[in-house]
T-cell receptor
Framework: ELKVEQNPLFLSMQEGKNYTIYCNYS?????LYWYRQDPGKSLESLFV?????AVKQEGRLMASLDTKARLSTLHITAAVHDLSATYFC?????????????FGTGTRLTIIP | GAVVSQHPSRVICKSGTSVKIECRSL??????MFWYRQFPKQSLMLMAT?????????EQGVEKDKFLINHASLTLSTLTVTSAHPEDSSFYIC?????????????FGPGTRLTVL
């Protein structure tokens, strides 16, 4: 059974600081996704990582994937208040047209001014 | 980008009644849609995979007779919570699958918050 764990579960950080959220998964996967969820809202897609060593960046967020270590990271650079949200990683299994997502536990990020 | 809608966004019902939630892909056809459930402050759990024109595939522990899924067209899937009870109160999110090598992804609906009194 695939298990996806994130840490930390809760993160409170000051504006301007850097931090990393970790996502570990237990079995081989095809793809790794990162999503953002604001309170009471659905998911916003941030990144999809397709292969070992993949790195993607958008603004202050950068995601990477190490399939050998079964680890993905979401790095936040010079955090701003707007980044406060819950972040989920999700592991995709199954081929094209048949992919299932298993979500991580989520990391609730609070940026303090 | 692909847009997925859900209706209603919020519903409150009495215990014992049935509630239908619609999930529509607005600008694309989706042969596969997924239904998730999210309890407060928890992660999303996949409930079932809905394929157009065929029976849904339910995840282990999800009662198929309680959570009826119909995917009658390439743009619409429905989830009916039958004989709802307070423990069914949750945030239900659907997603629609957009395929294509390298662009494979799921687009999520805005969610439906169900409260059973």
């Amino acid at each position: 059974e695939l298990k996806v764990e994130q840490n930390p579960l809760f993160l409170s950080m000051q504006e301007g600081k850097n931090y990393t959220i970790y996502c570990n998964y237990s079995t081989t996967s095809d793809r790794l996704y990162w999503y953002r969820q604001d309170p009471g809202k659905s998911l916003e897609s941030l990144f999809v990582l397709l292969s070992n060593g993949a790195v993607k960046q958008e603004g202050r967020l950068m995601a990477s994937l190490d399939t050998k270590a079964r680890l993905s990271t979401l790095h936040i650079t010079a955090a701003v208040h707007d980044l406060s949200a819950t972040y989920f990683c999700a592991v995709g299994q199954g081929g094209f047209g048949n992919e299932k997502l298993t979500f991580g536990t989520g990391t609730r990020l609070t940026i303090i001014p | 980008g692909a847009v997925v809608s859900q209706h209603p966004s919020r519903v409150i019902c009495k215990s014992g009644t049935s509630v239908k939630i619609e999930c529509r892909s607005l600008d694309f056809q989706a042969t596969t849609m997924f239904w998730y459930r999210q309890f407060p402050k928890q992660s999303l759990m996949l409930m079932a995979t809905s394929n157009e024109g065929s029976k849904a595939t339910y995840e282990q522990g999800v009662e198929k007779d309680k959570f009826l899924i119909n995917h009658a067209s390439l743009t619409l899937s429905t989830l009916t919570v039958t004989s709802a009870h307070p423990e069914d109160s949750s945030f239900y999110i659907c997603s629609a699958y957009v395929g294509g090598e390298g662009t494979d992804t799921q687009y999520f609906g805005p969610g439906t918050r169900l409260t059973v009194l």
